[in-house]
């Protein structure tokens, strides 16, 4: 009877070793999805840490129409902690766009919200709104 070999232990010592490779030193862990935002001092900017953890979105809202009028984080997504909303609803757009929000209730728009049309973040007219709310 020949001896018994662990194959999958240099598998998995190469798996690890990739991983911890590829994850830049000091980046915030990602955060799980539906979860509250993690703790953070209130003097700092969303900007700072979210240009690094979540790019793509940043970008988007950066060169979108409310990064470009400095219309900060807070104001759609609220304040960090109990105030704070992953994913707002389409009823905080009124604040701001009232008409706009008003015009929601003609019967063409009955189960579509702001997010049917307009990306989250770019918020740019009448584009695609690939991962929208509904």
Known sequence: MMPSRRVGTPLVA???????????LGAAPPVAKGAAHPAVDAAES????HAEVTPKPYQLWFDGRH?????????????V???FT???????????HGENAAAMSVPFFKGKSCFSC????ALNPHVAAAGGAK
């Open 14 to 24: 190469l798996l690890v070793a990739t991983l911890l490779a590829a994850a830049p």
């Open 46 to 49: 969303c900007e700072g840490c």
């Open 67 to 79: 990064g470009l009028m400095g219309v900060k984080c807070v104001v759609c997504h609220g304040s």
């Open 81 to 83: 902690g109990s105030g």
């Open 86 to 96: 992953r994913k707002p609803k389409a009823d905080r757009c009124g604040g701001c």
């Open 118 to 121: 307009h990306h989250p973040h």
